[in-house]
């Protein structure tokens, strides 16, 4: 019970962090809380009967959230070197 | 309350408390510093739920890897004057009542593990490797193709960064 609350807070505060950090790193690191209070409520949800089948998607779940990240911090670095922004705001066009 | 509730309260304490500091700080390092005890909660979730292979993953993956690697993109993007960068936030009362709104969503349609009764039993890693090489086996190649995808795109992304 306190686990499932603890895990909709923090993918609440993660939303929250989206929509109004204005910094990349912290749009990010709001996703990063999204993606774990959902592998956290994934095992919530299979713990019992189903719990290796949830052990088991929470890793692949933990891959994509590291590829995620790395992703985008690769995105934020090189932007900054580019153009020496960081705020999204000031992305207004988005070029190949 | 048993040691094991306890835990768990104490677990997500610390997810609560890392996921307000990281979505609310104003100091970079701060930030940072929130994201790594919500990761560690999360680790010690993992660990109260019977999946120790989740914990250790989450701890070397996360916390040793991913936390280094934003560490590493703030100074970067740092200033360079010795200052903590600032994370910056436009606060507005609609994002605030769309998370509300959604916590008490999730609050109440997500399913619950009642407190109080007995801690799971441990999940082997032997238990994950079956289902992942059995019933699993398509999901367990589609993530080794996303680890690959994104190992060539971090490589195109930066090499295409440093080319101007």
Avoid: N, W
């Avoid at chain 2, 019977?50 to 993956?61: D, I, K, N, T």
Wanted: charged letters at 10%; aromatic letters at 4%.
């Amino acid at each position: 019970m306190i686990l499932t609350v603890a895990c909709a807070g923090a993918f609440a505060l993660g939303v929250y962090a989206v929509l109004v950090r204005r910094e990349i790193i912290g749009i990010l690191a709001g996703a990063e809380l999204m993606l774990g209070a959902a592998a956290v409520q994934l095992l919530v949800a299979g713990s019992g009967e189903f719990a290796a089948g949830a052990s088991s998607f929470g890793l692949i779940l933990l891959v994509v959230a590291a590829a995620e990240a790395v992703v985008g911090l690769a995105l934020i670095v090189t932007a900054y070197r580019r153009a020496k922004r960081s705020r999204i705001e000031e992305f207004g066009e988005v070029s190949g | 309350m048993s040691a094991h509730d306890l835990a768990v309260a104490s677990a997500a304490a610390l997810v609560l408390a890392g996921a307000a500091g990281t979505a609310l700080a104003r100091s970079a390092t701060r930030l940072v510093l929130s994201l790594g005890a919500f990761l560690l909660g999360v680790a010690l979730c993992f660990l109260a739920l019977g999946s120790p292979l989740l914990a250790a993953a989450q701890v070397f993956v996360y916390i040793g890897g991913v936390l280094v690697l934003v560490l590493f993109a703030l100074m970067v993007v740092g200033r360079g004057d010795g200052e903590s960068p600032r994370v910056e936030s436009r606060h507005d009362p609609g994002a605030a009542l769309v998370a509300l709104g959604l916590f008490v969503v999730l609050a109440i349609v997500t399913p619950k593990r009642p407190s109080g009764i007995a801690p799971p039993e441990m999940v082997s890693p032997l238990a994950v490797a079956d289902v992942l090489l059995g019933s699993g086996i398509v999901a367990f190649e589609l993530a080794g193709v996303l680890l690959l995808a994104a190992l060539l795109a971090v490589l195109v992304i930066v090499k295409s960064g440093g080319e101007r």
